[in-house]
Every structure is written in C-alpha cells, then in structure tokens.
C-alpha cells in the first residue's frame, strides 16, 4: 500500500474568464474548485492506475466536508486529519491569451499537535510494508526538521519513503536515507548548496547526473533528478542512469512531477526483498515506468489522474541509457 | 434603526504580490479576508458615524463563523441568515504597478426558503419606522421580482426603503414606490431602456438630472443620480437638485456608492413625518450629507468605514445648485 502525504495540501479554484485585464474588475461565471496539492494528485495517479494507496493530509475543519466529498467523489481513498485552520487556497485564472495565472497562498501554521497525529497515522496505516511518498510545500513556520522526523518514523513503520520535497526539508532529510528522492535540477542544486554552501558557485552548471549522485553520497538510497526535456537522471548505488521519451510531448505540465512520484512509489511498492537492487536492468524498469507516467499526465487537461492508455503506449517509447561518471 | 441588506455578500480576499506576470506563478504571503458586500459596507459607515444598524445578510454554513468573528471585530451589528450554499468570494489582486484587478464570483443560488426567511427578519427587525437598504447584486438564479418583493414587505412593515441596485431588478422595483433608488449615471441609462426599449438608443446621452426626473417618473418617490466627478442629481416631487464637491479628490473609489447609500439612509430616518418633504432646502441637506460621507469613503484605504473627521471638513464644502428642467 503506498500512502501519499500532502503536508500543504491546497483547495484548487479555477477561475474561468475571456480576458484579464490588471488594474480592472472580472465577473466571475465560471468557477471550479477541487482538493488540490501534490500528494493528492500522486494518489489520483495511483488510483487511475489500478493502485492501493490513501491520500494523507492534515487539512481545515471547515474545508473537510468538500475535501472528502470531492476525494470521495473521485474515488480516492484519503485519510485527512483535522486541522484548526482554514486551507490554503491556490488560484487559477484562465482566460484565452495565457497559460494559468496561479496565486498560492503560503498556508496557516499547523500545531504540533497535528503534525503528531499525522506521524502516529504514518506509523499506524502504513503496516509493516509499503511506501511513504511525502510531497509539496511545509505551511508556513513549520519546523524544517519535520519532513526528516517523519522518515524516521516510516522506516520505523516499515515503510520506504520517497520524497519530493526540496530545500533545507530536504537537505535536513537525507541524513536519515530516504529509499529515493526526486528534486528537478535546480531543486537538487539548491539541496546540495545548503549542504555544502562552499561550492554554491559550482552547482547551478552542474548535471542531472552528478547531482543525483551528490544527493546518494549525501544519504539518500536512491535520487532521480528530473531535468525537462532532457528526462531524468538516476543514481542508486553503483547504477547510473538517464532515462527520457525520443521527443518532449506538449500539454500541462502540472501533474508530471506529481505523477512521477506516484510511479517511483509504485516501483518501490514492487521491488522485493529489504533492500534497494544494485542491478541495473530493475532501476531502467523504475525510470521507465517514472518517464511514462509523468509523459501521460502531461498530456491531461488538470493534474492528477493519468490515462493507462496513454501509460502502456508511452512505455516502449522511454530510451534508457547508461551515464558515464 | 437603519437595516442594510446584502442579498449576495461575498468574502473579501486581498492577496498582495510584488508584481503580477500574467501566466507566471505567484506565492502569495500576505492575505487579508474579511466580510464583504456593499450592505455590509454601508453598514460600516454607518457605524463609524455612530449611527445605529443592522447587517441583514444571507452567509453560507461555512463561512458564518468567519463573518460573524470578522463583523463583531469590527463592532457592525448584525444578523445573518444561514444558507445552505458557500459564500461567493471577492478576490482582489494588488501589486505595486496596478488599481486592484478584481475577481467578483457571481454566487451560488440562494434557496427561496431563505429569502423568505430575510423577507421575515426584514418584517421583524425594523419595526414600525426606520429605514430598508437593499444593495448590490443579486446571486446566480434569484428570481428578478426579489427585491420588489422585499420593498413591499418593508413598507408593509413601516420601513423607508432606499435602493442601490441597477437593471431589471430596480426596474421591477420601482412600481413598489421606494422611497430613494441612487443608480450611477449608466445604471439609470440602463434601467430606464429597460423600463421603455423603444426609447434605448437616446438614453446613454440623457444626462444624469433627467434621468433621476425619470427614474422618480416611473415610480421612485425620489432619485439621486451619481454621476461621477459631476456629483450627484436629485429628483423629488418638485424638487430638481445637483450637489458636488468644488474639486474631485483622489483615493479609493470603491466604496463611496455604500457611503453615500448609507447617508442618504441616515438622512430618510431623520425625516419626520410619513411623508417625504418637498422643499427644497431638505433635500439640500440629504444631497450634502450624501456628497460629504461618499467623498470621506474616498480617503479611506478599504471600503467601508469612513471618518467623521473628514465628514465634518467636508460638509461646508459641498456646492448645491438647483437644475433647471
């Protein structure tokens, strides 16, 4: 079973209009409005995939009605932990001339309180096998420190954990070997710069590669970096390995990273046995699978839910290849 | 007592940026929020103003709380009727290079079982004398004939009934005879093409002194025209007035229609009698009021509250000319 934290989660509005205009005044006719935040759309990629798996998050007292309503209305199972404070929203305008203008808001302080509930949920519904995914933003005056205490407590659990979180959270994380982390390039730059802010200069023109080796030498068991069209770069012990589709596909970005996650968890959730493989042949089955998740939500209208369709076509596209370090 | 309804309130949300880039994504970490609706509005001016009110307003479930907390803050009696329905949303949009850009939800329909139910607290809560206002628009579905309605009941009940509202739903109001309807020059326009289609090509040049002369035609006892930085024009019986401040002041125009709806509410609870004057000197003093609180509203930073300070320097200055017809 893999659980998908969203320690931020958001409610996603959409506001639909002809034309934006700054400086001006907008009725607003058509309005949609959803549970949004990374974990929650890793969990809708695993439920359209046919997947286990239950969406965690702390969320508002009065958002919880239309969060479970909606979750429960797309058929993705969720266990939500009540929280005093209202939920962050994220804002979206659409009109004809841009892509989505967005507006998210940082998010109230969650009590500690909280954050222990959620820690003895990981420990309690993560079972003695299983994946943690823990993704997105902390709210605001979170400790930085949470994200590493929850990868203790998982691994305690039993649990893999794979993270897609960035910064300070993440850097703080590594000491405690995260199964598999996976920032995009300038996330994983940023990572390893707060670690050794002596070569800050050096990093930003360093390769996927190299970072995802730093980011194992760091701690992690595992690091996938992502690098745009240039796919993604894997490290994992002796194995080193790029993975990416013969050509970008155009669409919605949004969802690719969510969807990404939700196939390394999915990868991870299969690989037998207590420890990580050092073969090369089951990390290219990893990539692979991670290339054609986030390609097929790419080619979604919102991000979350995938098309096993567009998975199974894009799958024997993925070319895999071996980086020379 | 003064009750001011606001058949659609809405949440004020306030998200201040560095800069909007249409398309970019924006971190939003400072949001202010707080009980919105030109009612509410008028409310508040009248309560800075020390004058006694009631915020009449149908909330959503879930946004009661907030608005009950935010308005008691702010020390605006209230009572809000619960509707099964979430509250629309304002959202505003601030950086340093723009006029706020608005994002104004048209609002989820209201079941009839709740206007009825305003339609009751209108009949209960104003007793035999005091003062209606009913401003502002009206949410997705409700039938046109509402504030018609509504006027009724309050006359019925002994209120005056002044009227910021504009279109069918003031052109069906005015065969109930309110007291006061204050349209803007283009929502009169609107309102009286409306009332006589035939006439529709004429009315966008008709100036703002004929147009209350109309309005007060077809059936208001009284109309005041705002016409922007030409001031106000009032028509009542045979009365004919225009009052303006002798220079425009720069600021925040967006709730000086609530002040000024409210001064002339403040004016109408004054008079005694059960009829409206008809001499002109009366009305001079409701068109000075009504041109001093809506120019104080100006000066403010957000809509709503005014200073009596400001009110005071103002009074003496305001200019009243009799129109000639």
């Not at 420190?145 to 960035?166: K, M, Y």
């Not at 070569?199 to 995802?212: F, K, M, N, V, Y």
């Not at 089955?285 to 098309?307: F, K, Y």
């Amino acid at each position: 079973m893999i659980l998908t934290l969203t320690p931020n989660p958001a409610i996603d509005i959409t506001y639909r209009v002809a034309a934006i205009t700054l400086g001006e005044s907008h009725r607003v006719e058509h309005v949609t409005e959803r549970a949004g935040g990374e974990g929650i759309n890793t969990a809708a990629a695993l439920t359209s995939m046919g997947i286990d798996c239950l969406a965690l998050a702390p969320v508002g007292d009065g958002t919880l009605a239309s969060f479970v309503a909606d979750l429960d209305g797309r058929g993705i199972p969720h266990h939500l932990v009540r929280a005093p404070h209202p939920t962050r929203r994220s804002i979206a305008l659409v009109d004809d001339a841009h892509e989505a203008t967005l507006f998210n808001e940082a998010g109230a302080p969650v009590p500690a309180e909280v954050w222990a509930e959620v820690i003895r949920q990981v420990e309690r519904l993560g079972g003695s096998r299983g994946v943690l995914t823990v993704s997105g933003s902390l709210p605001a005056q979170t400790p930085t420190d949470l994200v590493a205490r929850i990868t203790h407590a998982a691994h305690e659990a039993g649990l893999r954990v794979v993270l897609d979180v960035s910064g300070p959270v993440l850097s703080s994380s590594l000491a405690f070997a995260p199964e598999l982390v996976k920032p995009n390039r300038s996330e994983a730059a940023a990572t390893l710069m707060a670690l050794t802010p002596s070569g800050a200069e050096s990093r930003s023109q360093t390769g996927a590669a190299e970072l995802a080796r730093l980011l194992v030498e760091a701690g992690a068991k595992a690091a996938v970096v992502s690098d745009g069209a240039a796919g993604l770069a894997l490290a994992a012990g002796s194995v080193a390995l790029r993975a990416r589709l013969p050509q970008a596909l155009r669409g919605n970005p949004t969802g690719a990273g969510d969807a990404l996650t939700a196939a390394l968890a999915a990868s991870l959730d299969d690989l037998p046995g207590d420890h990580l493989p050092d073969d090369r042949g089951a990390w290219a089955e990893v990539l692979r699978r991670g290339v054609a998740w986030s390609a097929a939500a790419v080619l979604q209208p919102v991000a979350g839910p995938i098309d096993p369709g567009d998975v199974a076509r894009l799958l024997p596209t993925v070319e895999i290849e071996e980086t020379l370090s």
